[in-house]
Every structure is written in structure tokens, then in C-alpha cells.
């Protein structure tokens, strides 16, 4: 399963941007899509991920109140909003999608990450 990201640019403390991520057309079964974040020297972190559940997603401590993540099933796309952006938002945003195969174990995908760099 292929992952595109959009939407990671260059903003100022306190503006918005929006991400968004396509899985491959045709791709089924995809349980979970979300988005991690890596800065540099930093873990690889969770920034919210929502599953076939879409009123039940989770949220990274950090992003909690600022960031919105949603998902459009039918066309397996995902988007996260983020909101009152801090420098330390700064990082490389990744996609992930977990996807169930027909022989009922799971694979793991992710995008090519996009850089979301947020000036003071």
C-alpha cells in the first residue's frame, strides 16, 4: 500500500495547516490511519490516529485541543488540522495506515513524511 502526504510547509507560531494522506485507490480493509511525527534527535511519536470507529480517535498528549484528525473511509483518505502550531510542532509528519490482509494478519505502511516547520 502506497501513502501520500500533502500539506507540511512553513508557518508561524500560532497559524494552521492542514496534512493529508491517499492510500493507493482499490486498497481495502484499512482498520487504522493515523500520523506520527519525528524531530530531529527525537523518537518517532504518535500525533493521532483514528480507526474504523471514526467518534473514537486518539490523540498524542501534545496535540490535545489543537490538532483534529478525520478519516473518509471511502475514499481512504485522512486529514489532520492543526491548530495554535508551537515551534516545537516542528517536524517531519508521517502517515501510517495498518491494514488487514485476507489472510487475516496485518501490514504496516507508511508515507514519505512531510517537513511542517513552525517559525517564533
Known amino acids: 500500500v502506497q501513502l501520500v502526504e500533502s500539506g507540511g510547509g512553513l508557518v508561524q507560531a500560532g497559524d494552521s495547516l492542514r496534512l493529508s494522506c491517499a492510500a493507493s485507490?482499490?486498497?481495502?480493509?484499512?482498520?487504522?490511519m493515523g500520523w506520527y511525527r519525528q524531530a530531529p534527535g527525537k523518537q518517532r511519536e504518535l500525533v493521532a490516529l483514528?480507526?474504523?470507529?471514526?467518534?473514537?480517535?486518539r490523540y498524542g498528549d501534545s496535540v490535545k485541543g489543537r490538532f483534529t484528525i478525520a478519516r473518509d473511509s471511502a475514499k481512504n483518505t485522512v486529514t489532520l488540522q492543526m491548530n495554535s502550531l508551537k515551534p516545537e510542532d516542528t517536524a517531519v509528519y508521517y502517515c501510517?495506515?495498518?491494514?488487514?490482509?485476507?489472510?487475516?494478519?496485518?501490514?504496516?505502511?507508511w508515507g514519505q513524511g512531510t517537513q511542517v516547520t513552525v517559525s517564533s
Open positions: 483514528i480507526g474504523t470507529a471514526v467518534d473514537n480517535p
Open positions: 501510517h495506515a495498518i491494514i488487514q490482509r485476507p489472510e487475516g494478519d496485518y501490514d504496516s505502511s
Open positions: 485507490p482499490g486498497t481495502l480493509n484499512i482498520n487504522v
